[in-house]
């Protein structure tokens, strides 16, 4: 078997293994969905932090424009890379980077536009003593996550340079779940998103990621060849 082919492979039963969870455990609107939201919620049904400064603009204004800017960041090196011999080496791994993480977030925003699910927000009624959930709300527009897509796409770096400098892979990867999480976290208190939008937004991301990288395989083995010994060591 060709490292190629085991990567595939062990990549495939992840996929499939991860999505039988999700699919099991974390169905949309489910009780881990509703369970993990409700500390959010008054007795009502209303979500208190819904227009709270730091989750409102901190997080989803702010903490976006930041990866943003850090993605603009990687295009304006992919174009440089065309001008100055310095950047000459990392033209395919940042032209790559950011054509993958761009389509990563297309995806997830495509995905969403077309989903009959709701925010969570939309899909309470108050009674005289609680709430009551309402289920058959349409084009809610709310599944994936597309704010939490904008850092879970980070960890395309993972791939592009996990056979070449895996420290930095593994920093693109746990960096990249971690902002994902937090800022589809902070989206949960503020009422517009339930953990299993999150969850799949990550797993939505990570099957880009494998399906692209593994058309891709060969040449990043290529790349890897011809780096300096130091970065050689291959990650799994």
Known sequence: ????????????????????????????????????????????????????????????????????????????QWLASFKFKTFHTQRFEMGYFFCVAMLCTAVVGILKSQSSHACPWSMTQPL?????????????????????STGFAFMTGYFVYRLTQPKRAYFFLFSGFILGFAMGWAQMMRGAHFLSHNLWTAWIVWCINVLIYSCYYSRFSTLASHSPPLNKTNSA
């Open 1 to 76: 078997m060709t490292d190629r082919q085991h990567f595939i492979f062990l990549q495939t039963c992840f996929l499939l293994f991860s999505f039988a969870v999700l699919r099991v455990f974390f169905p949309v609107g489910g009780l881990i969905d509703l369970n993990t939201i409700a500390s959010w919620m008054s007795p009502v049904g209303d979500f208190p932090l819904r227009d709270h400064w730091a989750l409102a603009e901190l997080n989803h204004r702010w903490v976006k424009n930041v990866l943003i800017g850090t993605y603009v960041l990687i295009l304006l």
């Open 128 to 148: 005289p003593h609680g709430f009551l959930w309402i289920f058959n709300v349409k084009n809610g527009h709310c599944f994936p996550g597309g704010h939490a």
